[in-house]
């Protein structure tokens, strides 16, 4: 686990492990998302790309049963 400081302008920097581990190049798009009080980072990615990009992940609670469709 990381820890970052929020500056004055509401900047953080992300630190350079999780930069490597997720593959974020400086102008990387990223989604920001704010579920249950955890605020959550995505990088936006073409889809071709997110191919195996999270083996094992557990998508049961990825949304709430009011964001469905």
């Known amino acids: 686990m990381e820890t970052v400081k ?3 302008k509401y900047q ?3 630190p350079e492990r999780l930069r490597e581990k997720a593959n974020i190049k400086p102008g990387d798009k990223m989604v920001a998302i704010a ?9 936006v990615r073409p889809i071709a790309r997110t191919k195996g990009m999270i083996g094992g992940l557990d ?3 990825l ?7």
């Open 35 to 43: 579920k249950h009080g955890i605020l959550q980072y995505v990088p």
């Open 12 to 14: 953080v920097v992300i």
């Open 63 to 69: 949304r709430d049963e009011a964001d469905r469709a």
């Open 6 to 8: 929020v500056s004055k």
């Open 59 to 61: 998508t049961s609670d």
